[in-house]
């Protein structure tokens, strides 16, 4: 990722050494995705090597997982781990802390570690927030490849507006960003029903605290 073509960098840079405060020795932390994950796990990195901190990370994309290596950070896993705490970052946030992610195409991985992990501080600049869901970005929508057609079609059936192709995920499935005419609690598991859904980037109710300036 190319910091110097990041929006808010130093608001976000900020947001990101905030972090630093819960890392401990011998921790195994869930490392998220996006800028501000990235400048994150930077910080994280570096403070580790300073203080000769062991710690493991659960990252969520290879792009993390790729910078914590180069920090010598270890790399742990779900299977044989658990998760202290995560961080993570979001695309919107609403006033009860309900998010849209996944515009990095993450999102699949990035609502494993928030359910695995005890508290997930969600790292945010002030851009990010927002007064309902879905004003500024799409809910994207990870697909198994075969059943776009399928899902697109359901999706409509439960106020979906516009259904959009994107691209592929890292676990080579397909990525549908999806306006929808509402927004509410029941969306989520409404969406989780589709056979061929795989995971939406609509995070709502759970356990996470939100960090800015």
Partial sequence: ??????????????VAKKILQYVKD????????????????IEIGKYAKENNLHIKAIPTSNEIEELCKEYDIKIGSLVEDKIDWAFDGADEVDPNNNLIKGMGAAMFKEKLNII?????????????FVTELGEKHPVPIEVFPRAMKYVAEELGKIGATETIYRGMTENDNAILDTRFEKIDASLEKKIKTITGVIESGLFM?????????
């Avoid at 109710?205 to 300036?213: C, H, K, L, Q, R």
């Fill in 1 to 14: 990722m190319d910091i110097s073509k990041m929006t808010n960098v130093e608001e976000k840079r900020d």
């Fill in 26 to 41: 011998n921790q195994t932390i869930g490392f998220g995705s996006g800028s501000t994950s990235y400048l994150a796990t």
């Fill in 116 to 128: 695995s992990s005890e508290k997930t501080y969600i790292l945010v600049d002030k851009s990010k």
């Fill in 205 to 213: 109710g759970y356990n996470i605290e939100v960090m800015s300036n």
